[in-house]
């Protein structure tokens, strides 16, 4: 089901600042900053191999991400996993007795489709489902 670790998702108070050290400093490229309306954040990825670093920065005070901070300060928000067909990956899930954060896909950064297990029951980590075309 899982082909690949797709990104690590790294929350940040400032895209712009935190940039810099992927960047200026470990000399990575980014792909552009896009904005993620329905989850209420700005990302950045900066590839590195075969996966990325998703930088996300909230554009609410209220989004997940500005939560994330609140409670537990800057860094690692989750790890993405590449899977080839994301209901198949549900429905797995379910059958596994996993709790879901999302019963049906949503749209995601970079055109994915994404769903997020609930880290009660993947030991404490958020975990991300990405299907992606290509």
């Known amino acids: 089901m899982i082909t690949k670790l797709d990104h690590i998702g790294i929350a940040v108070s400032s895209l ?8 200026d400093v470990l000399g990575l490229k980014d792909h552009g900053v896009e904005v993620v309306e329905e989850q209420k954040v700005k990302v950045a990825f900066f590839p590195v191999g075969d996966t990325e670093i998703e930088l996300l920065e909230s554009t609410d005070p209220e989004g997940p991400i500005a939560k994330f901070i609140e409670k537990r ?6 790890l993405a996993f590449r899977v080839d067909n994301i209901e198949a990956a549900l429905d797995e899930m379910r059958t596994k007795g996993i709790r879901l954060i999302d019963e049906k896909p949503r749209y995601g950064a970079g055109g994915a489709r994404i769903a997020f297990l609930h880290p009660k029951s993947t030991g404490g980590v958020l975990i991300e489902l990405c299907e992606r075309e290509g």
């Open 16 to 23: 712009e600042e935190a940039s810099k050290t992927y960047r």
């Open 73 to 78: 300060g800057e860094g690692v928000q989750h």
